[in-house]
Nanobody, 124 residues
Framework: QVQLVESGGGLVQAGDSLRLSCTTSGRTFSRASMAWFRQAPGKERDFVATISRSGATTYYADSVKGRFTISRDNAKNTVYLQMSSLKPEDTAVYYC?????????????????WGQGTQVTVSS
């Protein structure tokens, strides 16, 4: 059974930085493309960033490009989301997701496994 567990969320002020982690178990992590999504209250879940199996390829939503960095450590079965210059509009529950091939895709329905989410709140 695949499990994804996010951590690192919290309450920060605008302009601060935060790093989210997502640790995966139950399947070979290095075989998965990984992604981060987020969902603000009353809104749909949105794509944030994705990374290929090796980490060589990344892709970001325009809203976070230049501020967020996705990375992975296959030896630790973990994907990270480094967030800087945070804005109040970044407030959301952040989810990591796994897709068990090497396709870079932004559609949430294309991902097979999901974590439970971690809350990020940015105050102004």
């Amino acid at each position: 059974q695949v499990q994804l567990v996010e951590s690192g969320g919290g309450l920060v002020q605008a302009g601060d930085s935060l790093r989210l982690s997502c640790t995966t178990s139950g399947r070979t992590f290095s075989r998965a493309s990984m992604a981060w999504f987020r969902q603000a209250p009353g809104k749909e879940r949105d794509f944030v960033a994705t990374i290929s199996r090796s980490g060589a390829t990344t892709y970001y939503a325009d809203s976070v490009k230049g501020r967020f960095t996705i990375s992975r450590d296959n030896a630790k079965n973990t994907v990270y989301l480094q967030m800087s210059s945070l804005k109040p509009e970044d407030t959301a529950v952040y989810y990591c997701a796994a897709r068990w091939d090497n396709v870079i895709i932004t559609r949430d329905s294309a991902y097979d496994d999901w974590g439970q989410g971690t809350q990020v709140t940015v105050s102004s």
